[in-house]
């Protein structure tokens, strides 16, 4: 079956360091691949997606590419703000899958200090 | 603007007690989804729906109901069967259902605690 696996947190970083948080799947069929993040006390937000290998999704100064060969969707930022202290899912969904579900990772948070 | 309204956003649930936590969209997606999480975890999947009158178990069906006879709404019903049912209840939508490039659009979640 589907699975996706991200580094547990939490991940405490200064403000304006760079930031990876790293997400491997697995997949039976040719799975899209997301990112989303959960402000507190609040649903899940879709931060950026990649829908085959190779592309590069982005947004907010986030970044991650779809590494087919690797199975992997590690999310990266240059510069972190206290703004981006959030918990970060990575998340696949199978093309091949009836319904769109989607597979989540357990969720890195992350805490930037000033 | 268009989303996802969940309420309440907190419920507190007696025990023994049915309670239904209430998801409307209005996005015109033909699919739905609730999921729960817990302190610390991950989403699990316990219901979805890919058009009105259908629904399907994901992977914490039991002691969870639902209903989706419109297109906008997809209560979920926690039942006095599920035994440890304080968590945090997301309800999602997306479209098409077969265009797996598509995302999930989230609600602000239900806080469901026992009493």
């Known amino acids: 079956g589907n699975s996706v696996t991200q580094m547990e947190g939490p991940v405490t970083l200064s403000e304006e360091a760079f930031l990876t948080i790293n997400c491997t799947y697995t997949a039976t069929g040719y799975p899209s691949l997301f990112w989303y993040v959960q402000y507190p006390g609040e649903g899940l937000q879709l931060l950026l997606k990649?829908?085959?290998?190779?592309d590069k999704g982005s947004n907010k100064g986030f970044e991650a590419t779809y590494r087919k060969e690797t199975t992997s969707f590690h999310l990266e930022k240059g510069s972190v703000q206290v703004s981006d202290s959030a918990v970060y899912f990575c998340?696949?969904?199978?093309?091949?899958?009836?319904?769109?579900?989607?597979?989540f990772g357990g969720g890195t948070r992350v805490l930037v200090k000033p | 603007d268009g989303g996802i309204t969940q309420s309440p956003k907190y419920l507190f649930r007696k025990e023994g007690q049915n309670v239904t936590l209430s998801c409307e969209q209005n996005l015109n997606h033909d699919a739905m989804y609730w999921y729960r999480q817990d302190p610390g975890q991950g989403l699990r999947l316990i219901y979805y729906?890919?058009?009105?009158?259908?629904?399907q178990k994901g992977d914490i069906a039991e002691g969870y109901s639902v209903s989706r006879e419109k297109k906008e709404s997809f209560p979920l019903t926690v039942t006095s069967a599920q035994k440890n049912p304080t968590a945090f209840y997301l309800c999602?939508?997306?479209?098409?259902?077969?265009?797996?490039?598509?995302?999930?659009?989230f609600g602000d979640g239900t806080r469901l605690s026992i009493l």
């Open positions: 990649a829908t085959k290998a190779d």
């Open positions: 729906s890919q058009i009105v009158n259908d629904f």
């Open positions: 998340a696949l969904s199978d093309r091949g899958a009836a319904g769109n579900k989607l597979t």
């Open positions: 999602a939508s997306s479209s098409p259902t077969m265009a797996s490039n598509q995302p999930q659009h």
